[in-house]
């Protein structure tokens, strides 16, 4: 099931409803920044931190040879909190990566936060692994079950999806 949130920019209305889901979400998790992984959260939490107020940083893919050469785009200090903000999640790897340069920046990171938990095996794991929990607003079950509530998917798709993620842990 293929899952493409990069089209929220496209509707501010959404992205809105996103991003208060999100802030929804991070109420009692302990943070000074958010930090939005590129590229998918990069408008998500742009638009969460227009929304709270709360200052944004991010860990750059790729650090460039020119300018300030930085691995984390942003104002921070080391020894600030920050959360992991992130469109999806199915196996934890890209957030890995990304907590690893936040840490070696000399940030704390111990939550990840996503619109959706795909719920594929062994992510919520993998995470636990390096120190993280994970906090996401839905989970593809609950998606799932919306939709088949409002007949936008016939039950055979719900029950077929159900199996798929049975197997899957």
Same mark, same amino acid.
């Given at each position: &099931?293929?899952? $493409? ?6 509707? +501010? +209305? /959404? ?19 958010? @930090? /939005? ?6 408008? #998500?939490?742009? *638009? ?8 944004? #940083?991010? +860990?750059?893919?790729? !650090? ?7 691995? #984390? ?6 020894? =600030?909190? @920050?959360?992991?903000? $992130?469109?999806? &999640? ?13 840490? =070696? *920046? ?5 939550? !990840? ?9 062994? *992510?919520?794991?993998?995470?636990? /692994? ?5 906090? *996401? ?8 079950? !919306?939709? @088949?509530?409002?007949? /936008?998917? @016939? ?15």
């Amino acid at each position: &099931i293929y899952l $493409d949130l990069r089209l929220l920019p496209s509707d +501010p +209305p /959404a992205l809105s409803r996103a991003a208060a889901a999100y802030t929804d979400r991070l109420r009692g998790l302990r943070f000074d920044r958010l @930090a /939005a992984i590129p590229y998918a959260a990069l408008p #998500i939490g742009t *638009a969460v931190a227009l929304q709270t107020g709360w200052p944004l #940083i991010y +860990p750059r893919k790729e !650090v460039k040879d020119h300018g300030r050469r930085r691995a #984390i785009e942003g104002h921070f200090t080391p020894g =600030e909190r @920050a959360v992991v903000l $992130d469109d999806l &999640i199915t196996t934890g790897g890209s957030k890995v990566e990304a907590v690893q340069a936040l840490r =070696e *920046a000399g940030l704390v990171v111990e939550d !990840v936060v996503v619109l959706i938990d795909r719920q594929a095996a062994g *992510a919520t794991e993998d995470l636990a /692994a390096h120190g993280l929990r994970l906090h *996401a607003v839905l989970t593809l079950l609950e998606i799932v079950a !919306v939709l @088949a509530a409002r007949g /936008a998917i @016939a039950e055979t798709e719900r029950a077929m999806v159900e199996r798929y993620l049975e197997r899957q842990t």
